[in-house]
């Protein structure tokens, strides 16, 4: 009862932000509150729900995957609740239908490449999370996933094992025996980083035909064909694409046109820009540039590379500065020029989520244990604090789903 409570007093102080205060405004915004303990919660017009994936090891106060709901009219959230108790499911996908959620559970079992997890969720009617059922990782510290645009089927990155993995989905949301598990091979010039491959993130093409691979050990995005049918990966024909050496490739973003990505560099802080031949999935480097300030000395680790759904904006995370890096992107030649870096109220900032409207971005600080809402300026791509934040314990990543009526 207390959780609902708090979730419909969340929902009040949105409506009362959203506008004047007046007896009127004030009258039906605790008549929300009747019909969220009485009469079911309240849905915003715009509404989707969240899914928060966390850290629940160490001294973490999380212990699995959260859940709250977001206006995309206010960027308001109510506060989250405990949506299903799993071990460190880090990283979130969610299934096109938005009947399943999908967690990787970073764990490496026996330590070194000792397998971790992946977990099938079905979502029920008030949000929470039901098993279904789990399958083993096949490589240590799995730690991102996606599903292919027919629904049917789970792709995994296993940083521990340095290998990738894909996973056909049943009619029932259930994850099958691994279909594929491609073995990276390799390493790069950080004997302390790179003494081996580390599968850090894989991504899809939006015709579903190529699966990109960041790997931090080898410095390399491997590129493969997917074929849906069969659920297999086989080397494309640009096999991989390269860094510059001791950069560390973490997470992949493709412009809505396909035809140019990014990748950014965990131990370096650059983000680099390819071209992309839509036909058969190849990449070539057109640009190097920095996430941080000339003349920064502090620690350097880069998290999350996204672009923006208008295909205007690039973003990066950069733990260490505590901040968000901001670009616009030329569209007709794919290169970058710095905006801004907006700090994110909090420490170790990792994945951020720009929610689909792309008015708002959610920037997780994993060792503040906060999310805090960004507004983004649609014409120059800046990011502007909102004030608005909510607690989940040591945050990783952020998914949605539309809540339906």
Known sequence: MIPLLRSCLSSVRARLSAGPQTSGNVLAAWLAVGLCLFGGAPVFAGTIRLYIGTYTAGDSISKGVYTCEFDDATGQMTEPVLAAELKNPSFLAIHPSGKYVYAVNELSEGGGRGQGGVTALKIEADGRLTKINEQPSGGGAPCHCNIDATGTALLTANYGGGNVMVYPIAPDGSLQPASCNIQHEGSSVDKSRQ??????????????????????GIDKIMIYNFDAATHQLTPARQTAALVTPGGGPRHFAIHPSGKFAWANSEMTMVVTGFSRKPEDGSLFAIQEIST??????????????????????LYVSNRGHESIAAYTIDESTGLLTFVENEQTGGREPRNFYIEPTGKWLLAENQNSDTVFVFSINQQTGALEPTGRSIQVGKPVCIRSVAITK
Do not use: M, V
């Open 195 to 216: 003494e081996a491959p580390h599968a850090h993130s894989i991504n899809l093409s939006s015709d579903n035909r190529f699966a990109y691979a960041a790997d931090l």
């Open 292 to 313: 941080i300030p000339a003349g920064y000395n502090g620690r350097r680790s880069t998290a999350e590379c996204l672009c923006h759904p208008s295909g205007k904006f």
